[in-house]
């Protein structure tokens, strides 16, 4: 299946939506169907705040991310003022990128 890249952008005053919904939100993330590949925030450089979130999930097609990302409880909370699905393409299959070691 393909992969899909979806970056979301966090409302300006989003940190309490964020706060409020983010249980159900790792609920949502835990119990969902979609192979997701990679999850997580976009912070501030200091890491102090969130700023965002990026997903890549495995999915059959375009309208499944599309519906994966609606039916986050972040998205239906109003947290994303902007939200961004691409196709995405893993050139290092999961492993170290050229040559680099893993983390």
């Known amino acids: ?26 609920a949502y993330l835990k119990n969902s169907p979609v192979d997701i590949k990679l999850a997580g925030p976009q912070v501030t450089d200091d890491d102090a705040k969130a700023i965002g979130s990026v997903f890549v999930v495995d999915v059959p097609d375009r309208a499944a991310a599309e519906a994966f990302s609606a039916g986050d409880p972040f998205t239906k909370a109003g947290l994303f003022e902007r939200v961004i699905i691409t196709r995405f393409r893993d050139i290092t299959r999961g492993k170290p990128a050229f040559g680099g070691t893993p983390a």
């Open 1 to 26: 299946m393909p992969l899909y890249l979806i970056h979301c952008t966090q409302v300006a005053d989003g940190q309490a939506i964020r706060d409020a919904h983010y249980d159900e939100h790792r």
